[in-house]
């Protein structure tokens, strides 16, 4: 049982760089043969919050929520799931967490029935719990409908929310979202995002976007990263102070960056 107001995810010092191959630095307008993807960020979240990373694309927020679901490895620096070294015991962090990101596909050729019954095996969740948690998701998600249809013949919005399901069969105590509303409709967005503030209940929740409306709606504290930077780390409240989150961001990228970018 995880107690109200714990530190669930403490990412510590993470720094990650990439080489960039000729077209890159073409690209990129650089002669740099490598790329500080991330650089030294340090956060927390804790259970019964939502903490928000924000920043404009290529800033490093994929590649830290990487690191959080032990997707990829950091050079220097260090993050605790629940108390786990995602560095030292990858695998055991895995049974703790949801990752969901865009990027990650379902095979196509099953149907969301056969993918949560494959997964919640590989998670040895009883027969019991299996049946009542998928009808409780599947009902939520509207995915009942679609049970036995195969995934290459959903929409976009439904193969987003049949990964949903499939990411929580385990009941995990750490949601790690990589941009969670990416090419749904709006009503299916409000799905997802009303069900975000339900699942921090009892919860750590994490999501990265640059939609700052999705931010002000359901997190409680934000960090925002800019050029791999940590530049920002605090609650909602106390980054914006009177102004939208709109326009503090865009107050924070010119004193980082000098200028706004074109």
Same mark, same amino acid.
């Given at each position: 049982?995880?107690?109200?107001?714990?530190?669930?995810?403490?990412?510590?010092?993470?720094?990650?760089?990439? +080489?960039?191959?000729?077209?890159?630095?073409?690209?990129?307008?650089?002669?740099?043969?490598?790329?500080?993807?991330?650089?030294? #960020?340090?956060?927390?979240?804790?259970?019964?919050?939502?903490?928000?990373?924000?920043?404009?694309?290529?800033?490093?927020?994929?590649?830290? =929520?990487?690191?959080?679901?032990?997707? =990829?490895? &950091?050079?220097?620096?260090?993050?605790?799931?629940?108390?786990?070294?995602? +560095?030292?015991?990858?695998?055991?962090?895995?049974?703790?967490? &949801?990752?969901?990101?865009?990027?990650? +596909?379902?095979?196509?050729?099953?149907?969301?029935?056969?993918?949560?019954?494959?997964?919640?095996?590989?998670?040895?969740?009883?027969?019991?719990?299996?049946?009542?948690?998928?009808?409780?998701?599947?009902?939520?998600?509207?995915?009942?409908?679609?049970?036995?249809?195969?995934?290459?013949? =959903?929409?976009?919005?439904?193969?987003?929310?049949?990964?949903?399901?499939?990411?929580?069969?385990?009941?995990?105590?750490?949601?790690?979202?990589?941009?969670?509303?990416?090419?749904?409709?709006?009503?299916?967005?409000? #799905?997802?995002?009303?069900?975000?503030?339900?699942?921090?209940?009892?919860?750590?929740?994490?999501?990265?976007?640059?939609?700052?409306?999705?931010?002000?709606?359901?997190?409680?504290?934000?960090?925002?990263?800019?050029?791999? +930077?940590?530049?920002?780390?605090?609650?909602?409240?106390?980054?914006?102070?009177?102004?939208?989150?709109?326009?503090?961001?865009?107050?924070?990228?010119?004193?980082?960056?000098?200028?706004?970018?074109?």
């Amino acid at each position: 049982m995880i107690s109200g107001m714990e530190v669930l995810i403490k990412a510590e010092g993470l720094r990650k760089t990439f +080489k960039l191959s000729k077209k890159q630095q073409k690209i990129n307008r650089t002669g740099e043969t490598k790329k500080v993807a991330v650089d030294n #960020v340090s956060f927390e979240c804790k259970s019964g919050e939502i903490y928000g990373l924000l920043g404009p694309n290529g800033a490093g927020k994929t590649t830290v =929520m990487r690191i959080l679901s032990t997707l =990829m490895k &950091a050079d220097e620096g260090d993050a605790q799931i629940m108390g786990i070294s995602v +560095k030292k015991e990858p695998d055991k962090v895995r049974n703790n967490i &949801a990752f969901l990101t865009s990027e990650l +596909k379902l095979d196509e050729f099953f149907t969301p029935n056969y993918m949560y019954d494959f997964y919640s095996n590989l998670h040895g969740i009883d027969a019991v719990t299996r049946k009542s948690r998928k009808k409780m998701l599947f009902d939520r998600f509207g995915v009942d409908k679609f049970a036995e249809v195969k995934i290459a013949e =959903m929409s976009q919005g439904m193969k987003q929310k049949v990964s949903l399901v499939v990411s929580l069969v385990h009941d995990p105590g750490v949601i790690i979202f990589d941009e969670p509303t990416n090419g749904l409709d709006i009503l299916t967005a409000k #799905v997802v995002t009303d069900f975000l503030l339900e699942l921090k209940k009892d919860k750590c929740v994490i999501v990265s976007t640059h939609i700052f409306s999705l931010i002000e709606r359901v997190c409680d504290r934000i960090g925002i990263i800019i050029n791999g +930077k940590m530049v920002a780390d605090d609650t909602l409240s106390n980054v914006c102070g009177k102004k939208s989150l709109e326009d503090r961001f865009f107050e924070i990228y010119e004193q980082v960056t000098g200028g706004m970018a074109i």
